[in-house]
């Protein structure tokens, strides 16, 4: 059994325009996993909208490709856009926040006792956050990539626990361990993460 999950992206990209049927499926996977990160509020069901990104990404996107090597990166921003997308059009349904909202008494709050920073926008910025995080990542030696991706899964709930962890990265539970905490003492060390560090401490 192919372990796509350890194919390099220009390969990756290369079995999916020749219609490799595991290697879309593992696409899918990936993409559906992110619509799950976080559990978003989404406005589609997580598996409807990885199917609706998937079926872009099939008939249009994909030839759109420059950077075959970045593969794995550009669904993801893909797909982290389409999320955006889908809590944009969302805002034309939340008609509520425009006027007042009711309490179960019937007594309405004026809006500028609302949050100021409704739930789409809270996502959106949150998925930012991710962005960047994913794209520092990207600079992170090999080795190290995959482990800390692996890992933010793990911490996200995706996996059970460090010993699923340890099947799917094919490590010892220790060595896990002193691998992620090196990695993430790099990733720490890259400027955009002392940045993002910096403005959401307050620093």
Same mark, same amino acid.
């Given at each position: 059994?192919?372990?796509?999950?350890a *194919?390099?992206?220009?390969?990756?990209y290369?079995?999916? #325009?020749?219609?490799?049927q595991? =290697?879309?499926?593992y %696409?899918?996977?990936y993409?559906? @996993?992110?619509?799950?990160?976080?559990?978003?509020d989404? +406005?589609?069901?997580?598996?409807?909208?990885?199917?609706?990104? %998937? #079926?872009?990404l099939?008939?249009? =996107?994909i030839k759109?490709i420059?950077?075959? @090597?970045?593969?794995r990166n550009?669904v993801k /921003?893909?797909t982290?856009?389409?999320i955006?997308d $889908?809590?944009? +059009? +969302? %805002?034309?349904?939340?008609?509520?926040?425009?006027? +007042?909202?009711?309490k179960?008494n019937?007594?309405?709050?004026? /809006?500028?006792? *609302?949050?100021?920073?409704?739930?789409h926008?809270?996502?959106?910025?949150?998925?930012? *956050?991710?962005?960047?995080?994913?794209a520092?990542?990207?600079?992170?030696?090999?080795?190290?990539?995959?482990? &800390?991706?692996?890992?933010?899964?793990l911490?996200?709930?995706?996996y !059970?626990?460090?010993?699923?962890? $340890?099947? &799917?990265?094919?490590?010892?539970?220790? %060595?896990? $361990?002193? !691998? /992620?905490?090196r990695?993430?003492?790099?990733?720490?060390?890259l400027?955009?993460?002392?940045? #993002?560090v910096?403005?959401?401490?307050?620093?």
């Open positions: 059994m192919i372990d796509y999950s *194919i390099p992206d220009e390969d990756l290369g079995m999916c #325009l020749d219609g490799d595991g =290697a879309w499926q %696409t899918y996977n993409i559906l @996993t992110v619509c799950k990160w976080r559990k978003w989404l +406005s589609d069901e997580p598996e409807e909208l990885a199917q609706q990104i %998937t #079926l872009h099939i008939e249009k =996107a759109k420059k950077e075959k @090597t970045k593969f550009f /921003v893909m982290i856009n389409k955006k $889908s809590f944009k +059009s +969302s %805002t034309s349904r939340e008609e509520s926040l425009e006027k +007042s909202i009711k179960g019937g007594e309405e709050i004026p /809006v500028e006792y *609302i949050d100021p920073k409704p739930l926008e809270k996502v959106i910025i949150d998925l930012e *956050i991710v962005s960047i995080i994913d520092a990542i990207m600079k992170l030696p090999e080795s190290c990539q995959r482990v &800390v991706r692996e890992y933010l899964k911490k996200m709930g995706f !059970k626990d460090y010993k699923e962890l $340890s099947k &799917v990265l094919k490590m010892h539970i220790p %060595t896990i $361990s002193s !691998k /992620v905490r990695c993430l003492n790099k990733l720490m060390e400027k955009e993460m002392k940045e #993002l910096s403005i959401y401490s307050g620093g």
